[in-house]
């Protein structure tokens, strides 16, 4: 991850490396939380991962819809 990247995306625009849904900068946001060791999960990564191109390539839902994914360990 490069942190001024996910900054930037995110719209968050303090320096603290800690934020709140609330300093999210969009209309529409899909939080997906993960276990990084489950393979289930890792294949619904790959869905997210789509579903941001998808929404990268509409001019109109990209500035309008964020991803958040959170992973946690087992």
């Not at 990247?5 to 609330?22: A, P, V």
């Not at 991962?49 to 109109?60: F, H, I, T």
């Amino acid at each position: 991850l490069n942190y001024e990247n996910d900054k930037k995306y995110l719209g968050i625009t303090h320096d603290s490396r800690t934020f709140s849904l609330e300093d999210i900068e969009s209309e529409y946001l899909f939080i997906e939380f993960y276990n990084e060791v489950c393979s289930e999960c890792l294949e619904e990564v790959k869905t997210f991962k789509s579903l941001y191109q998808l929404l990268e390539e509409n001019q109109e839902w990209k500035t309008k819809v964020r991803i958040l994914g959170i992973g946690s360990g087992s």
